[in-house]
């Protein structure tokens, strides 16, 4: 069964927006991760980040994480086209499980 | 960086033949690989976890039968679809576990059982 919920399924946005994602998981985590696919392609890694830590940043991209919510959400800023993709959240527990995604859509 | 290079990317095979899918981690070595597969438009569902010299574990409702999994290597995990059918057409990917790194994944394979 799918651990991590993506909200919301599908967003559309203009270029330069920013876009945020969330994801809400159900049991303890030793950390999630956040991944992005292209169309047809594999997925890349974009941030972990620990359960003991709050907030990261990578480039424009800004992942929060509230255990006691559990929930997680990816900020990525001044959007480009290029950001089209879907996003995963993957929590890693003893084994790492996928949320449904967010397909993010940037128009220019 | 780390790199896991899956082939093929893609395959088209008859109903009823088999179709093996490898997955080598180039630059690590990876004792525990992950298999997955995705539907159009939807999430990674994990098939099985493949761990070196071990047999593999699978997730509930997959044929251990259907989808023989080998990791006979630090590097190279494979993925054997026995006697296709068409309902097995997907796009099934490989990850290897890298510490604090997350997973790094293949690009996947897309298989088309005609």
């Known amino acids: 069964s799918q651990q991590g919920e993506e909200d919301p399924q599908a967003l559309s946005i203009q270029e330069g927006e920013n876009a945020t994602m969330n994801c809400s998981y159900k049991t303890s985590i030793n950390n999630l991760q956040w991944y992005r696919q292209n169309s047809g392609r594999g997925l890349v890694h974009l941030i972990l980040?620990?359960?003991?830590?709050r907030e990261k940043h990578s480039g424009r991209l800004r992942v929060t994480l509230d255990t006691s919510k559990k929930s997680s959400s990816l900020l990525i800023t001044a959007s480009r086209a290029a950001d089209t993709a879907s996003y995963f959240c993957?929590?890693?527990?003893?084994?790492?499980?996928f949320g449904q995604g967010t397909r993010l859509t940037i128009n220019p | 960086g780390a790199v896991v290079s899956q082939h093929p990317s893609w395959v088209i095979c008859k109903s009823g033949t088999s179709v093996k899918i490898e997955c080598r981690s180039l630059d690590f070595q990876a004792t525990t690989m992950f298999w997955y597969r995705q539907f159009p438009k939807q999430s990674l569902m994990l098939m099985a976890t493949s761990n070196e010299g071990s047999k593999a574990t699978y997730e509930q409702g997959v044929e251990k039968d259907k989808f023989l999994i080998n990791h006979a290597s630090l590097t190279l995990s494979t993925l054997t679809v026995t006697s296709a059918h068409p309902e097995d057409s997907s796009f099934y990917i490989c990850?290897?576990?890298?510490?604090?790194?997350?997973?790094?994944f293949g690009s996947g394979t897309r298989l088309t059982v005609v």
């Open positions: 993957a929590t890693d527990g003893q084994k790492l499980v």
């Open positions: 990850s290897a576990a890298r510490g604090d790194y997350g997973y790094t």
């Open positions: 980040i620990r359960s003991n830590e």
